[in-house]
C-alpha cells in the first residue's frame, strides 16, 4: 500500500473528552471517529487491526475444530423470553419494536439465538460435540460510555457456544477453548494472564477471564508467583490471616471515640494497629408476594477487619443473599442498632440481625468495633463473652497483596488487567429453559451441556496500546499493527535515485508477503516519522540521497532508542530477520 493510494489523517491533539490513552491516541491516529456516545466509525487505519485481530481469532477457532456461522444483531424478544433475560438484563438490553409494535432486542450476546439453532438442528448425540462461533457487531447501552472502545456501546465480539452430551465431554470442549485462547492472546503478541472469574449474569459454574496486563486496567488480578494460581479479585479465595482464636485479654470497655467514625481514625485515636479493629457493614434483603410488594425484610450485619475491604460477589453467594441484596437504609439502620452508621457493631442490638463474620474477623480476639452509640467504641471485645459467636462465618473479603495464596505454595500479588476475554461452563442453564434437547444413545430426550466463549475484539485494540505506547504514540506487536513496515523515503519528489530505491524496496517486501506501506507523501521527515510513531508501525526504514550515496539505508525499530545503519542490500534480510523474532 502507498500512503496516497490510502487515507491517514492524524492529529497533534487528542479532542478533551479522550479520557484513557488508548482513547486520546486511537483518536490521534486516526483510528476511529467519535459519532455518538459511546459509538465510533473506524476509519481504514482502525480497520485494518480490527481485521488482523479477527484473522487471528478466526484461524485459531477454526483450528480447534470450531464452525463459523453468523446470527443476526436483531434478535425476536421470545427467544429471550424464554430464559427470563428479557427482563432480567436490565436497560443494558436495547429493547426495540417493529412496525408491527413485536418487541426485538439489539443483541449484547447470542445464547439464546444459538441454543434455538441447536435445538432446531442438533437431534441425536452423533451429531455433538459442536462447536459454532460468529464474529458479528453487539450493542450494551452502557449508562456512561467512556475510555473510547474500552467501554462503548457498540463493539465487534467473536463468542462460540459449545454443545455437548454430558459433562465430562462439556470438559473437553471448555479446555479445547480454554488452550485456543492462549495461542490466540500469544499470536497477538499481548502480556496476559488467564484468571479463574465469577461466572457472573451470564451464569454456569466454571470461568475464566483472560486479562491483558496494563497499570491502567480496570480489573484487580490476584496471582502466585510461585506457582500456577490466579483469579479475579471478585473470586480469589482469601484465607483466614489468624490460625486460631486466642484468649480473651482485655476487659470489654466503652471508649470515647468523639468525631471518629471511620476504623482508620478510631485505630489512630487509640493508637492500635487497623488489623485490631472491625468494620460493619449493614444489608438488607427483602421478601416480595406475588404482585411484587415487601412483606419481609431481614436485616445483615457484615463484618471484616477494618483494613480489608468487603467483596460483594462473594457476599451474594451466601445463603439467604443470593437471591439478591441491598444497602440498608439509614432508618432500618436505625431500628436494628440505634445509631447512625459510623459507629454500628455487633454488641448491644435493638432489634436481631444475621451475623456474618469474615474468616478472619471470626478468629480475632481483643477487637475494636462500634458501641452502636454516637462518639464510642468497644474495646476489648471477644466473641462468646460478649456476643454470640456469629451467624455464619464466610470469605466475604478482598484479598491484599501479601495474603496467603490459597495453593498453599506463597504469598499473592496483585497487578492491574484488561478483561479481553472469557470463557464459561453454561452447563443446562440456557437448555433447560429453552428445552434444547438432543436423543441419546437409548432414545431419551437429554439438555445439552452448553459452554460459552467470548473475546472483545475491537477493545483488543484498547487494551493493547494501554499495554504498549510511549510518550511518541502507540507500539503494536507486529501481529496486528495496521502495518508491519513503513518506508519513508526523504526528498522521493526531488530525487529519482531515492524513488527507485523506495519503489524496488517496496516491491521486494510485497513480494515477501510483508504487510509494507511507501510514504509517498512528500512530507517532510519530522512530520513523516511522527506520524507512523504515533500510529506504531513496529519497523521503519528510511532513505535519504546522503544514505544512498553510502549505499545505506537507517532501519529502526518502534521500540529502539535510535535508528541502525545497514547497508542497501542488507535491510531486506536485516527485517526478515526481525520479523520472525
Given at each position: 500500500?502507498?500512503?496516497?493510494?490510502?487515507?491517514?489523517?492524524?492529529?497533534?491533539?487528542?479532542?478533551?473528552?479522550?479520557?484513557?490513552?488508548?482513547?486520546?491516541?486511537?483518536?490521534?491516529?486516526?483510528?476511529?471517529?467519535?459519532?455518538?456516545?459511546?459509538?465510533?466509525?473506524?476509519?481504514?487505519?482502525?480497520?485494518?487491526?480490527?481485521?488482523?485481530?479477527?484473522?487471528?481469532?478466526?484461524?485459531?477457532?477454526?483450528?480447534?475444530?470450531?464452525?463459523?456461522?453468523?446470527?443476526?444483531?436483531?434478535?425476536?424478544?421470545?427467544?429471550?423470553?424464554?430464559?427470563?433475560?428479557?427482563?432480567?438484563?436490565?436497560?443494558?438490553?436495547?429493547?426495540?419494536?417493529?412496525?408491527?409494535?413485536?418487541?426485538?432486542?439489539?443483541?449484547?450476546?447470542?445464547?439464546?439465538?444459538?441454543?434455538?439453532?441447536?435445538?432446531?438442528?442438533?437431534?441425536?448425540?452423533?451429531?455433538?460435540?459442536?462447536?459454532?462461533?460468529?464474529?458479528?457487531?453487539?450493542?450494551?447501552?452502557?449508562?456512561?460510555?467512556?475510555?473510547?472502545?474500552?467501554?462503548?456501546?457498540?463493539?465487534?465480539?467473536?463468542?462460540?457456544?459449545?454443545?455437548?452430551?454430558?459433562?465430562?465431554?462439556?470438559?473437553?470442549?471448555?479446555?479445547?477453548?480454554?488452550?485456543?485462547?492462549?495461542?490466540?492472546?500469544?499470536?497477538?503478541?499481548?502480556?496476559?494472564?488467564?484468571?479463574?472469574?465469577?461466572?457472573?449474569?451470564?451464569?454456569?459454574?466454571?470461568?475464566?477471564?483472560?486479562?491483558?496486563?496494563?497499570?491502567?486496567?480496570?480489573?484487580?488480578?490476584?496471582?502466585?508467583?510461585?506457582?500456577?494460581?490466579?483469579?479475579?479479585?471478585?473470586?480469589?479465595?482469601?484465607?483466614?490471616?489468624?490460625?486460631?482464636?486466642?484468649?480473651?485479654?482485655?476487659?470489654?470497655?466503652?471508649?470515647?471515640?468523639?468525631?471518629?467514625?471511620?476504623?482508620?481514625?478510631?485505630?489512630?485515636?487509640?493508637?492500635?494497629?487497623?488489623?485490631?479493629?472491625?468494620?460493619?457493614?449493614?444489608?438488607?434483603?427483602?421478601?416480595?408476594?406475588?404482585?411484587?410488594?415487601?412483606?419481609?425484610?431481614?436485616?445483615?450485619?457484615?463484618?471484616?477487619?477494618?483494613?480489608?475491604?468487603l467483596n460483594e460477589v462473594k457476599a451474594g453467594k451466601i445463603e439467604g443473599l443470593k437471591g439478591g441484596f441491598r444497602f440498608a437504609t439509614v432508618g432500618e439502620?436505625?431500628?436494628?442498632?440505634?445509631?447512625?452508621?459510623?459507629?454500628?457493631?455487633?454488641?448491644?442490638?435493638?432489634?436481631?440481625?444475621?451475623?456474618?463474620?469474615?474468616?478472619?474477623?471470626?478468629?480475632?480476639?481483643?477487637?475494636?468495633?462500634?458501641?452502636?452509640?454516637?462518639?464510642?467504641?468497644?474495646?476489648?471485645?471477644?466473641?462468646?463473652?460478649?456476643l454470640p459467636e456469629p451467624d455464619l462465618v464466610a470469605d466475604i473479603r478482598n484479598v491484599v497483596a501479601g495474603d496467603p495464596s490459597p495453593d498453599g505454595k506463597?504469598?499473592?500479588?496483585?497487578?492491574?488487567?484488561?478483561?479481553?476475554?472469557?470463557?464459561?461452563?453454561?452447563?443446562?442453564?440456557?437448555?433447560?429453559?429453552?428445552?434444547?434437547?438432543?436423543?441419546?444413545?437409548?432414545?431419551?430426550?437429554?439438555?445439552?451441556?452448553?459452554?460459552?466463549?467470548?473475546?472483545?475484539?475491537?477493545?483488543?485494540?484498547?487494551?493493547?496500546?494501554?499495554?504498549?505506547?510511549?510518550?511518541?504514540?502507540?507500539?503494536?506487536?507486529?501481529?496486528?499493527?495496521?502495518?508491519?513496515?513503513?518506508?519513508?523515503?526523504?526528498?522521493?519528489?526531488?530525487?529519482?535515485?531515492?524513488?527507485?530505491?523506495?519503489?524496488?524496496?517496496?516491491?521486494?517486501?510485497?513480494?515477501?508477503?510483508?504487510?509494507?506501506?511507501?510514504?509517498?507523501?512528500?512530507?517532510?521527515?519530522?512530520?513523516?516519522?511522527?506520524?507512523?510513531?504515533?500510529?506504531?508501525?513496529?519497523?521503519?526504514?528510511?532513505?535519504?540521497?546522503?544514505?544512498?550515496?553510502?549505499?545505506?539505508?537507517?532501519?529502526?525499530?518502534?521500540?529502539?532508542?535510535?535508528?541502525?545503519?545497514?547497508?542497501?542490500?542488507?535491510?531486506?534480510?536485516?527485517?526478515?530477520?526481525?520479523?520472525?523474532?
Amino acid at each position: 500500500m502507498k500512503a496516497t493510494q490510502f487515507f491517514v489523517s492524524t492529529l497533534k491533539e487528542a479532542p478533551a473528552d479522550a479520557e484513557v490513552v488508548s482513547h486520546k491516541l486511537m483518536m490521534r491516529a486516526g483510528m476511529i471517529k467519535r459519532l455518538g456516545a459511546g459509538i465510533y466509525n473506524y476509519m481504514p487505519m482502525g480497520l485494518r487491526v480490527i481485521r488482523k485481530v479477527e484473522g487471528i481469532i478466526r484461524e485459531e477457532m477454526n483450528r480447534a475444530g470450531a464452525v463459523e456461522l453468523l446470527m443476526p444483531v436483531v434478535q425476536p424478544a421470545e427467544l429471550w423470553q424464554e430464559t427470563g433475560r428479557f427482563d432480567k438484563m436490565g436497560p443494558e438490553l436495547l429493547r426495540v419494536k417493529d412496525r408491527h409494535g413485536r418487541d426485538f432486542i439489539i443483541q449484547p450476546t447470542s445464547e439464546e439465538v444459538v441454543t434455538d439453532i441447536a435445538r432446531l438442528e442438533l437431534r441425536s448425540y452423533k451429531q455433538l460435540p459442536k462447536n459454532f462461533y460468529h464474529i458479528q457487531t453487539k450493542f450494551r447501552d452502557e449508562r456512561r460510555p467512556r475510555f473510547g472502545v474500552m467501554r462503548g456501546r457498540e463493539f465487534t465480539m467473536k463468542d462460540a457456544y459449545s454443545f455437548d452430551r454430558d459433562v465430562e465431554s462439556a470438559g473437553r470442549s471448555y479446555e479445547n477453548m480454554f488452550q485456543a485462547y492462549c495461542q490466540i492472546f500469544d499470536r497477538l503478541g499481548l502480556e496476559y494472564r488467564a484468571v479463574a472469574a465469577d461466572t457472573g449474569a451470564i451464569g454456569g459454574d466454571r470461568s475464566h477471564e483472560f486479562q491483558v496486563i496494563a497499570e491502567t486496567g480496570e480489573d484487580a488480578i490476584v496471582y502466585c508467583p510461585d506457582s500456577d494460581y490466579a483469579a479475579n479479585i471478585e473470586l480469589a479465595e482469601a484465607l483466614p490471616l489468624l490460625a486460631s482464636r486466642a484468649a480473651a485479654g482485655q476487659a470489654l470497655a466503652k471508649t470515647p471515640t468523639p468525631g471518629k467514625s471511620t476504623c482508620e481514625d478510631v485505630a489512630a485515636l487509640l493508637g492500635l494497629p487497623l488489623s485490631q479493629t472491625v468494620k460493619s457493614l449493614v444489608l438488607a434483603t427483602d421478601e416480595l408476594n406475588e404482585h411484587g410488594e415487601v412483606v419481609k425484610t431481614q436485616v445483615w450485619l457484615l463484618l471484616v477487619r477494618g483494613d480489608h475491604e468487603l467483596n460483594e460477589v462473594k457476599a451474594g453467594k451466601i445463603e439467604g443473599l443470593k437471591g439478591g441484596f441491598r444497602f440498608a437504609t439509614v432508618g432500618e439502620i436505625d431500628a436494628h442498632f440505634g445509631c447512625k452508621p459510623g459507629y454500628l457493631g455487633p454488641i448491644g442490638l435493638k432489634q436481631p440481625v444475621k451475623i456474618v463474620a469474615d474468616r478472619t474477623v471470626a478468629q480475632m480476639a481483643d477487637f475494636v468495633c462500634g458501641a452502636n452509640e454516637a462518639d464510642f467504641h468497644f474495646t476489648g471485645a471477644n466473641w462468646g463473652r460478649d456476643l454470640p459467636e456469629p451467624d455464619l462465618v464466610a470469605d466475604i473479603r478482598n484479598v491484599v497483596a501479601g495474603d496467603p495464596s490459597p495453593d498453599g505454595k506463597g504469598q499473592l500479588a496483585i497487578q492491574r488487567g484488561i478483561e479481553v476475554g472469557h470463557v464459561f461452563y453454561l452447563g443446562t442453564k440456557y437448555s433447560a429453559a429453552m428445552n434444547a434437547t438432543f436423543l441419546d444413545e437409548t432414545g431419551k430426550p437429554k439438555p445439552f451441556e452448553m459452554g460459552c466463549y467470548g473475546i472483545g475484539v475491537t477493545r483488543i485494540l484498547g487494551a493493547a496500546i494501554e499495554q504498549n505506547h510511549d510518550e511518541r504514540g502507540i507500539i503494536w506487536p507486529d501481529a496486528i499493527a495496521p502495518f508491519t513496515v513503513a518506508i519513508c523515503p526523504i526528498g522521493m519528489d526531488r530525487s529519482d535515485e531515492v524513488k527507485a530505491a523506495a519503489q524496488q524496496l517496496y516491491e521486494q517486501l510485497q513480494a515477501l508477503g510483508v504487510d509494507v506501506l511507501l510514504d509517498d507523501r512528500g512530507e517532510r521527515p519530522g512530520a513523516m516519522f511522527a506520524d507512523w510513531e504515533l500510529i506504531g508501525v513496529p519497523h521503519r526504514v528510511v532513505l535519504s540521497d546522503r544514505g544512498l550515496k553510502e549505499g545505506q539505508v537507517e532501519y529502526q525499530g518502534r521500540r529502539d532508542a535510535e535508528a541502525t545503519k545497514l547497508a542497501l542490500a542488507d535491510v531486506v534480510a536485516h527485517l526478515q530477520a526481525r520479523l520472525k523474532a
